[in-house]
């Protein structure tokens, strides 16, 4: 399986931007894909998830009401659009995918292949 996220650039504060993760080389539908991130200096965290179908999403109190991740599985491409960006979003994107089901989608943990990561930089 290969996951490269793409999508990230700089942006002002109150912008927006819409990343993608586009999945290669195994039954990516079938799968929870989550979005992290990690900020210079700091451990990688949680931002969203999405289950296979896209019905049950998930999203760190930080990006609630601002990050939508949704998923196209005809085109195996899960995408979190980002708006009201501030400059403490600016990070390192990354999306993974997770294959199996014990421990929370919302550790990085729980998650199996990963993609390269995207930087994401909100100027103030």
């Known amino acids: 399986v290969q996951l490269q996220a793409s999508g990230g650039g700089l942006v002002q504060a109150g912008g927006s931007l819409r990343l993608s993760c586009a999945a290669s080389?195994?039954?990516?539908?079938?799968?929870?894909v989550g979005w992290f991130r990690q900020a210079p200096g700091e451990e990688r965290e949680f931002v969203a998830h999405?289950?296979?179908?896209?019905?049950?999403?998930d999203y760190a109190d930080s990006v609630k009401g601002r990050f939508t991740i949704s998923r196209d599985n005809a085109k195996n491409t899960v995408y979190l659009q980002m708006n009201s960006l501030n400059p403490e979003d600016t990070a390192v994107y990354y999306c993974?995918?997770?294959?199996?089901?014990?421990?929370?989608?919302?550790?990085?943990?729980?998650?199996?292949?990963w993609g390269q990561g995207t930087l994401v930089t909100v100027s103030s």
């Open positions: 993974a995918e997770r294959r199996g089901s014990y421990g929370s989608s919302r550790r990085r943990e729980s998650y199996d292949y």
């Open positions: 080389g195994g039954t990516f539908s079938t799968y929870v």
């Open positions: 999405i289950t296979p179908s896209g019905r049950i999403t």
